[in-house]
């Protein structure tokens, strides 16, 4: 049996109805080739969303956001604290002023993946939340950072508990993807706070592990999160032996 | 919708708006001027949009109609002058991309616009074929005959079996 390029297009997506979809699937079990062709429409798909991905992650343009908002865009206040009293003086990452309209694209993430056909992503996305998945997920589950080699492909960097009770773990991944973000456990699963891409952070400020720069977007959602003091070594696996439970 | 609402909607989807444009325009600048004009465009026809409608879908198709008066637009200014880099499909070489993303985009580039609308709402954006025949303003039966044609062109363009 042939099928139209158009018939397997929409296969690959997902688009036939139950009766095509069936007949296409049995003449696959029996024709290699068609097989590979919708294996090519997928890489095919892969590849284009690896390849718009990180736009994502680019800081929205000051302009955009202003549009958007219909006032100039707010400033994150870095010289008027006489204002607005910082609550946690002690921990402080620095200010990044300018940047502090750059998002958090925690919920933005959901259309992007809901049919990444490869099921090799670092994060996958239920219920409009982005769930940490594959080496990202076990990274967050079983590394400490004490310990960690600096060969692995997840680096964590600070592990925290937040003001919900929270344990949360900041992480950046070395691989093509570049990606950096915080994730905070939930119930079964760690969910991802922020994501954004690691190469756009400048380095500085002490308390921060070497080799996993934080970018500005994650400082900031650590800053608003964090519950007191980051965890120390013990700390950090003292929350691992307890499945990183409340 | 309220003015209110709406903008509250459109912070939230503009990283999504900017890589539909990128994936039309590809030019950094380019694309943004896109986005910025939908914006402008939703905020004067925020009215238009029921409540719980889905914004998404609607600002795909007003950034879609923006980008096809651009290039209309565009058209009639190359005919009057020589025709120069339309600018259109440069790339920004600083970006430091890998040489894959960069091959994809290219090819993405060279699709005629009416594939590269339906690469874009349904491959990269990831809408159903019926929503993204609504933004197009064709038939499902068009959308899908285009999207195959833009996978074939694509697949002869990157010229590999099995993506990479």
Known sequence: MTFSNETLSAYADGELDAATAAAVEAAMANDLQIAQRIAEYRALQARLQQAFAPVLAEPVPERLLASARGAPARQRPSNVS?????????????????????????????????????????????????????TLERALSEQLASTQPAAAPVQIGVSFRARSGAYCRTFVMHDESQLAGLACRGRSAWRVETLTRSDSGPAGAGLRPAGSALPPAVARTLDELIAGEPLDAAGEAAARAGGWNR | MSVDGLREELVTLLPRLRRFARVLARNVHDADDLVQTAIERALAHAGQLRTGAPVAGWMFGILRNAWIDEQRARGRRTALLAPAESGENVADPSRGEPADSLAVQDAVARLPQEQRLAVALVLVEGLSYKEAAHVMEVPIGTLTSRLARAREALQAMLGERNGA
Do not use: E, K, Y
């Not at chain 1, 402080?92 to 309209?101: D, E, F, K, L, T």
């Not at chain 1, 998002?103 to 769930?131: A, E, H, K």
């Open chain 1, 82 to 134: 006489a204002l607005q009293p910082r609550p946690r003086a002690r921990w402080s990452w620095p200010q990044w002023g300018a940047m502090a309209a750059s998002l958090v694209i925690g919920v933005l993430f959901g259309p992007l993946l809901l049919r990444s056909p490869t099921g090799n992503t670092p994060i996958d996305t239920r219920g409009g939340q982005m769930l940490a998945h594959g």
